[in-house]
């Protein structure tokens, strides 16, 4: 994937952050303050939406000014914010006018933690913070292709380097992977990472237990963030080193589901020995599947028509055992559309589509690209429906938040059952919001 260049208010408020003295990067300690009454009687509200969000994303403001007769029409109000780890407390950011009583108004994309207020004909909203995550981008190295097979012990142990934007130096690192029980149930396997002065990671870890392996990397909450940092998320599979008496080995791994695959593999002892293959999925015992005679110099192979699970195989003979080797099964997104690509901010966008296959309840992923770097972030999500025999559907209702050329995709997580999997991206172009828009409904996240 490109990086996406950083816009000029990013730039600036990313240098302040990064030459800020130690003392400074700390999330704003503020009163909670609930805003005054105007001499005339006014009101003023305020909603900041959404109240979490990754760094550089954008949120808009929105409120209402009441006064003793009604909303008035062409009020203006200003705007001000305080960044973490930025000096010199709350700044006049902008200013919009009110239409009927309401405004809105969208700041630059948040960088760290950010306090806003409003004021207008006398009145003071209350303070309200937005919480931000750093961008965290992760991968092996040296680089390997999703989906494809690491293998358990101290021999094969992988290196995992990453990196967090903005540069959050000291905060812990940790390496998780997804239990078998369920989707989004994360367990950590390896601690002792952190981040260094120039913003990188490094994470070393042998795998111990074979089978799928979806992995992330977390970034604790630190510093000037006051939320922590999630990864994009990594797929493999774990297997076991091959037994050199009677090996087994795939035609392609991972699969889509639905594909052909072939399972090939060598006895030692040579032709005419009788080869049996076993096969596991997740919640069914091993149960043998197919029986075949080795040919020349030992070879032997089996042929699967569809292949619908994650499976692990091992092929048996006499005596002697393969090393069990794991089969990823991965979702396929059949198809994936969005309903406008040009949109105003706020404006609720539906990401709809088909997949394979047909999971009813699975979870489904819109996710954002990084605003500085490579990878993608969650931000919002959907579930799997109901559609016939073997494919699903999705709608995902979003309301897009902010400026400029904005790039999506939809992803499909991957479990114990099947391998994950995302669609092309979508690239939508967004407007400023008018002052009478309503505010956006809170997404929902992933933990």
């Known amino acids: 994937m490109r990086s996406t260049k950083l816009s000029s208010v990013m730039v600036a408020a990313t240098a302040l952050l990064l030459t800020a003295p130690t003392g400074a990067l700390a999330a704003p300690k503020l009163p909670k303050h609930k805003g005054h009454v105007s001499p005339a009687g006014c009101r003023l509200s305020e909603s900041a939406d959404p109240r979490i969000v990754n760094s550089g994303d954008s949120v808009v403001l929105t409120g209402v000014l009441n006064c003793p007769g009604g909303g008035p029409t062409g009020q203006i109000v200003t705007v001000f914010e305080r ?110 990472g952190f981040v260094r002065a120039d913003g990188s990671f490094e994470i070393i ?19 000037m963030f006051d939320a922590r940092g999630i990864s994009n998320v990594l797929t493999y599979e774990i297997s076991q080193t091959q037994n050199p008496n009677l090996t087994l080995e795939p035609s392609a791994d991972p699969v889509n589901f639905g594909s052909p695959l072939t399972l090939h593999g060598v006895v030692k002892a040579g032709s005419g020995q009788k080869v049996i293959l076993m096969a596991r999925s997740f919640g069914s015992p091993s149960t043998k599947i197919g029986e075949t005679t080795s040919g020349a110099g030992g070879a032997f192979e089996f042929k699967i028509a569809s292949e619908e699970k994650n499976t692990s195989y091992r092929a048996l003979s006499g005596t002697i055992g393969s090393a069990i080797l794991f089969e990823g099964v991965k979702w396929v997104v059949d198809s994936a559309a969005v309903s406008a690509t040009k949109v105003t901010s706020g404006q609720e966008v539906t990401f709809s589509g088909t997949v394979s296959p047909d999971r009813v309840g699975h979870f489904v992923y819109l996710e954002r690209k990084n605003a500085a770097g490579d990878g993608y972030h969650v931000v919002d999500l959907g579930t799997v ?8 559907t999705f709608t995902i209702k979003y309301p897009v938040i902010g400026s400029g050329m904005q790039q999506y995709r939809i992803h499909i997580p991957g479990d114990p059952i099947n391998q994950a999997t995302s669609s092309s991206p979508f690239v939508l172009e967004v407007t400023p919001a008018l002052s009478t828009l309503k505010p956006p409904l809170q997404p929902k996240l992933p933990d």
């Open 83 to 192: 960044i973490a780890g930025v000096p010199g407390g709350f700044k006049n950011i902008g200013t919009t006018t009110t239409t009927g009583g309401s405004y809105s108004f969208t700041p630059a994309p948040v960088i760290t933690d950010s306090t806003f207020y409003t004021r207008a004909a006398g009145a003071r909203s209350a303070n309200h913070t937005v919480r931000v995550a750093p961008q965290v981008t992760v991968a092996t190295s040296p680089p390997l292709p999703e989906g494809s097979q690491l293998f358990t012990g101290p021999a094969h142990r992988v290196t995992f380097k990453g990196s967090v934007n903005p540069i959050d130096r000291g905060a812990e690192v940790l390496l998780q992977r997804e239990t078998g029980g369920s989707t989004e149930e994360w367990g950590t396997i390896q601690r002792h």
């Open 205 to 223: 870890h042998t795998f111990v237990v074979p089978g799928d392996a979806n992995l992330r990397a977390v970034v604790r909450p630190h510093g």
């Open 385 to 392: 429906s109901f559609s016939n025999a073997t494919t699903g």
